[in-house]
């Protein structure tokens, strides 16, 4: 009698030792359905548990929405094999093979597992304790993983068929649904969310008309309760599903099976198809069109070159390299030099004929004037940003000193060595069976962990008390911190690209600086006549604000 056969006389006798057994469940799909068929193959091996009382439970073990053609993504049934090679498991309860796999260099690699730690199977679909060694069951093993591998491949084909059918229809899915849209189940539509529609063409006027970048946008939005990253707004703005077109067919999958992931392959752009959907426009195509305009006048400025030969303003070596642009157009500003010696650094503006300013140049001794004034009114301010922040440390001390948490940690210890004390006294009376001993010193290490994360909780908590001194301290150096950021002489690029995130050159000669705080600064400059030495005399009406 081998092993299989030994296991189906043991679940049938309750005078022989207890089968150990554990239940394993899957799905492929996360659909409400399928997720209720799960919980009906656990239900219908427990109930075959029930009416048989040899067979002793040991875990459920459930992969909810994850396909059997691989077995490297499936947490729970990698779990099982890992138990079944420390021993002590008889026998797996499924309701069919192709739970367990639907491939067949997994199918092998576990029939002989099962052999060698002496487990089977058995399938609730037809009540069959499964004899991997008998060399007839072996044949029909094979051909059974054969279909099931098969299976999986003809469901691939099918989901082609039914993408291809999709391109030739025109058909949206959910997947095509962005912000902006909301995606009906029912009915297989989708539809303008109304809400979501104002942020999107709040995003292109800032950006177009404001000349806004999408890190300023992101902060004004997440101000106001709307959680948006740059990286979202970014895409939001080159996103032609706002104008009505939508491209389906954009990736395709290279099916993986065993050993091998399932891959997502993108497709050239020839292979997309378009969907035109006018009553899914949210923005103008025209300010759709400025968008991808000023996007492409500003990506210019963090390429960098090929060779080393061409103009070094696009590795951003000058002072404000990639920081001046127009306030009007966008279109920002390049080194260059105001005379043939190359003695007077400036910044000027090319092709910018067709915009409505004429302002095309700044020098840079005028803008190291301005933007040194400039910072050091804002750390001038700096008596508020202390009293702020002395309030913040002063209440972060409070808070430190509070006995309440460790208090309520000490209560918990407390009553989790309790615990301990009753379990130990339990396993002294010695009348538990060997099972139930295994348990009770399973939950008195649970319930040791518990106490150790505990005690290094209230050592933790102890230890970062602080007393007004730490205020004290921590002040002066605040202190000493900004005397020499406001005690700077001259402009450099670290400086600049520390503070400055952008200058807008406005129409009337002025000059609007965002720092990278969020203040900004509105710079009223007057040109006046050359002096005695032949420079030109800039005066200056520095105005702050917060954006």
């Known amino acids: 009698m081998n092993y299989a056969e030994e296991i189906k006389k043991r679940i049938n ?20 359905g399928q997720k209720e068929s799960c919980a009906n193959q656990v239900d219908l091996a427990k109930k075959y548990i029930e009416s048989h009382p040899n067979i002793y439970l040991m875990n459920v073990y459930v992969d909810d929405g994850i396909s059997g053609k691989n077995d490297f993504n ?8 890992e138990k079944i090679e420390t021993g002590g498991v008889d026998l797996i309860i499924t309701k069919a093979l192709s739970r367990l796999n639907r491939d067949q260099l997994n ?7 099962l052999i060698e730690y ?22 029909l093993h094979s051909i059974k993983y054969a279909i099931d591998a098969q299976y999986v491949k003809q469901q691939s084909i099918n989901g082609r068929k039914v993408q291809e059918l999709r391109c030739e229809r025109k058909e949206l899915s959910a997947k095509d649904c962005a912000f902006g849209y909301d995606w009906h189940r029912d009915s297989k539509s989708i539809t303008i969310n109304e809400e979501q529609a104002k942020t999107v063409r709040r995003i292109y006027e800032e950006y177009v008309y404001y000349n806004r970048f999408p890190a300023q946008i992101t902060r004004e939005l997440n101000a106001e309760g709307i959680t948006l990253c740059n990286r979202s707004v970014l895409n939001i703005l080159r996103d032609e599903r706002y104008i009505g077109k939508f491209y389906i067919n954009k990736r395709t999958t290279k099916l993986g099976m065993g050993r091998v992931k399932s891959k997502r392959v993108k497709l050239p752009k020839e292979k997309w198809v378009l969907v035109e959907r006018p009553d899914l426009q949210i923005v103008d195509p025209e300010l759709f069109a400025l968008a991808q305009r000023v996007y492409h006048a500003r990506l210019t400025i963090y390429t960098k070159p090929d060779k080393k030969t061409i103009q070094t303003y696009f590795q951003g070596t000058h002072k404000y390299a990639g920081k001046i642009f127009c306030g009007v157009c966008g279109k920002p500003f390049r080194f260059g030099y105001a005379d043939r010696n190359k003695t007077i650094p400036i910044y000027r ?6 915009c409505t300013s004429n302002i095309n140049r700044v020098f840079e001794e005028d803008l190291d004037g301005i933007v040194k004034e400039s910072l050091k009114r804002i750390m001038d301010q700096q008596d508020i940003v202390f009293s702020t922040l002395e309030k913040v440390l002063l209440e972060c001390v409070e808070s430190s000193q509070k006995e309440g948490d460790t208090d309520d940690l000490k209560k918990q210890k407390t009553a989790r060595e309790k615990q301990i004390s009753k379990l130990l006294d339990t396993l002294s009376e010695d009348v538990l069976t060997g099972p139930a001993k295994a348990r009770v010193l399973a939950r008195i290490n649970e319930i040791t962990d518990e106490i150790d994360k505990l005690s290094e909780q209230i050592r933790v908590k102890e230890e970062i008390k602080l007393d007004d001194s730490y205020v004290t301290a921590k002040m002066a150096g605040i202190r000493a911190a900004i ?16 503070y400055i995130d952008h200058i807008d050159i406005l129409p009337t000669n002025d000059m609007k600086i965002l720092l990278k705080s969020g203040h900004v600064i509105l710079c009223n400059t007057t040109y006046g006549k050359e002096n005695s030495a032949g420079n030109h005399v800039v005066k200056r009406d520095i105005q702050h604000g917060r954006c």
């Open 349 to 354: 503006v090319g092709n910018h004929s067709n």
């Open 74 to 81: 499936r947490p729970q049934y990698n779990e099982m094999v």
């Open 118 to 139: 002496n487990t089977t199977v058995l399938t609730l679909e037809d009540g069959q304790v499964h004899d991997f060694e008998d060399m007839n069951s072996d044949l």
């Open 483 to 498: 005397a020499n950021l406001r005690n700077f002489q001259t402009m450099d690029r670290e400086r600049i690209v520390n």
């Open 13 to 32: 006798d309750t005078n022989t030792e207890s089968v150990k057994a554990v239940i394993y469940a899957r799905v492929s799909t996360d659909t409400d």
């Open 107 to 113: 199918s092998l690699q576990l029939t002989s597992i």
